[in-house]
């Protein structure tokens, strides 16, 4: 597994993508809704210069 965030790295982290306009996704019975939200969030966390995690 990849490396660890510690609090102040993750409260960062949360902070980026508070800033990018991420949002909560709550629910929906749309398959698209789930998929555009995961869309958005890879493109977030590719601004945010994040390491892909290893499989």
């Known amino acids: 597994m990849g490396s ?3 609090d102040h790295e993750r409260k960062f982290a949360i902070e980026q ?3 990018l306009g991420a949002m909560i996704f709550e ?3 749309y398959p698209l ?3 555009a939200c995961l869309n958005l969030l890879k493109k977030f966390f ?3 210069n ?6």
């Not at 994040?50 to 499989?55: L, M, N, T, Y």
């Open 50 to 55: 994040c390491p892909k995690e290893d499989s």
């Open 27 to 29: 629910a929906s019975t």
């Open 4 to 6: 660890m965030l510690n």
């Open 46 to 48: 590719e601004l945010m």
């Open 33 to 35: 809704d789930a998929e």
């Open 17 to 19: 993508l508070k800033a």
